[in-house]
Structures are given as C-alpha cells and as structure tokens.
C-alpha cells in the first residue's frame, strides 16, 4: 500500500462553512486512512457534498485545515489538484466534445504525453464500456454514461487519491457494476477512494471504513465493523446514530382509504 496520506494527527481539523446562516458542516475532525474503500455517509443535507468540497479545493472553508497528500489544500490548491481524482456531484462537462476527445483534451491539460493520454483513454474506455460511444458527444450521454466517463476523467492522470461524491446515483446495475470493478481494482492497488452515498446497503459491501454524518457533524467514525457495532447491519446502526422518525399513528388516516378522491 501507498503510505498514509494522514499523519498521526487528524488532519480535517475544525472543518466549518455556513450558507447565510445556515451551517452546513460544524467545525469537524476527521482522520482518514490510506490504502482503503471509505465512505461518508448521512442522511441528505448531513454536509456530505459541503465537506468533500472543501476537502477538494472546490469550495472555500470558512474555518478549519485540511491537509491531503501532505498538502494543504488551500496554501497549495495546485499541487492538491495534481494529486487528486474528484468526481463531484452534478459534474459540468464539455458536452460538445465526445467521450474519447473529453479524455485526450483533459490529459493533455494535465501535462501527459499524447501517446500515453490515447494508451490510457483506450483501457479506461474499454473497462468501462464506452468505446461504442466514444465518439458520440457527451451532451447525447445517459446519467450513467457521464458518470462513467466523468469517472475515466477523473483516474486519468493515475492520482492518490479518488473523491467521488455519489457516483452510484443514477446509474443503472450494469454501469453501476462496471465503476465498482474499476473502483475496487484501483483501491487493490493500495490507493484510497474517499466516496459519499446515502445507500447504506451499498457503503457496507464496499467500505472497509465509515465516517457517519448527520446535521453538519461527526457521529461516528472508523473501521465498517466499529461503526456497525452489534447492529446487525450498517443501516441499522446508521438509524440508531442519526435517529429515525416514526409516522404518528393515524396521522396519515386519509391516505388510501379512499382511493380516487376526497368524500
């Protein structure tokens, strides 16, 4: 494995950014560790996007420190940058080009010779089913298919470290199984897939780590079976961390009993 991207000590200390005055993630720590499939995961408006925005130099934070790769993202956004995969949630593309100039344009933006961008786009087009529409434009693309080549975009220039913000969403059985494929291969290889999803089915086959986010904090972090306890899944611990709501007996004794309309 790669060595640890996070010194001993946390290294997303006092993490906080509000909207208005709304907070959305309220000065947290958070320790990650290398060389593993991690998932944040929350209930929706938990700060999930909020926090890997920061972490990835895609939104500035209003208080905190964050250090990945050993750079600090904000006093050296370029070499984060440089180091880093990030597919981020609703991820604007270049839709006049096609899939196969999308690879070869942003390659070479990152400074890769031509002939090795081509080698690469040829085998991440290929894993992730996509040379049949290689050349369609990117604006005629199913969710699933930008998905996946936002994805071939983003492990392009072989980075440390891959930021994925709910890379399943959308996206049908067969394109979800061709990114898991690529993603746990590329996790095997001893780099780290840091991702946010909601779906606690699908955090618990992947992850080997948790982080538990709910209203802009922290709940619980660590190895999947820490987090999980004696619950008997992850779901189960998530709803005991976070809360659930219970519907109030009869408050909803209209619903169905008269099928078709009011009487």
Not at 128 to 140: F, S
Not at 158 to 176: H, K, Y
Not at 195 to 218: D, K, N, P, T, Y
Request: glycine residues 14%; aromatic residues 6%.
């Amino acid at each position: 494995m790669k060595d640890s991207l996070w010194p001993p000590h946390r290294h997303i200390e006092g993490l906080r950014k509000e909207f208005a005055s709304q907070v959305a993630v309220a000065g947290i720590d958070l320790e990650l560790p290398a060389g593993h499939f991690i998932g944040l995961v929350g209930p929706n408006g938990a700060g999930k996007t909020t926090t890997l925005s920061m972490v990835t130099g895609l939104l500035r934070p209003d208080a905190g420190r964050i250090k990945v790769v050993g750079c600090d993202v904000w006093a050296d956004p370029a070499a984060i940058k440089a180091r880093v995969g990030v597919l981020p949630e609703g991820l604007r593309l270049f839709e006049r080009l096609s899939g196969r100039e999308l690879l070869g344009y942003l390659g070479r933006l990152r400074g890769l010779p031509g002939q090795e961008v081509d080698r690469r786009a040829d085998q991440l087009l290929d894993v992730l089913d996509l040379l049949g529409p290689q050349n369609k434009l990117i604006i005629d693309y199913s969710t699933g298919m930008r998905k996946k080549i936002g994805l071939a975009a983003a492990l392009l220039h072989n980075p440390e470290i891959l930021f994925l913000d709910e890379p399943f969403e959308g996206v049908d059985p067969v394109s979800a199984q061709s990114i898991r494929g690529v993603l746990e291969t590329y996790v095997g290889s001893g780099a780290t897939v840091v991702f946010s999803s909601h779906v606690m089915e699908l955090v618990e086959s992947l992850c080997s780590w948790v982080a538990v986010m709910a209203g802009g904090r922290i709940c619980a972090d660590g190895p999947l079976e820490e987090v999980r306890g004696e619950a008997q899944t992850l779901q189960d611990a998530f709803l005991g961390l976070v809360g659930s709501h219970r519907a109030v007996a009869g408050g909803l004794d209209w619903l169905g009993a008269n099928a078709g309309g009011a009487r």
